[in-house]
């Protein structure tokens, strides 16, 4: 577990380097995960690099390209695809229990300034 942890933070710390050496700035970083601004072709050479097309130990995985992206705070945010489609990730606000919440309405609420109720 150790080896895997340590391997993670070091794969990530690359990602982050060259992520800088083609010009993106990072919008979000988890323990796992990388949101950034890129073009078409930035995201190619980014994607050269570290996404390998079969699933391998300390290769990223592109789950998504979205128009734009709120964050609240750590594990909780909200990307936006081109279609208005979304999805997000909000640790405490269970995804079975707000099947018909408008998520998107409500963070942007949080980030107005109000504070919300979830159906929770």
């Given at each position: 577990y150790g080896y895997v942890m340590g391997y993670s933070k070091m794969s990530m710390q690359e990602d982050f380097q060259v992520?800088?050496?083609i010009g993106r700035?990072?919008?979000?970083?988890?323990?796992d995960s990388i949101l950034f601004r890129a073009t078409k072709a930035q995201l190619k050479l980014y994607k050269d690099r570290f996404v390998p097309v079969t699933k391998a130990l300390?290769?990223?995985?592109?789950?998504?390209?979205?128009?734009s992206a709120k964050?609240?705070?750590a594990k909780k945010y909200i990307c936006i695809k081109a279609s208005g489609d979304?999805?997000?990730a909000c640790?405490?606000?269970?995804?079975r229990s707000n099947t018909k919440t408008d998520v998107l309405a409500?963070?942007?609420?949080?980030?107005?300034?109000?504070?919300?109720?979830v159906d929770y």
């Open positions: 992520l800088r050496l700035q990072i919008c979000y970083t988890d323990t300390g290769g990223m995985e592109l789950e998504g390209e979205y128009e964050m609240l705070a979304y999805e997000w640790n405490g606000m269970p995804a409500k963070f942007s609420s949080v980030l107005a300034g109000n504070v919300d109720d």
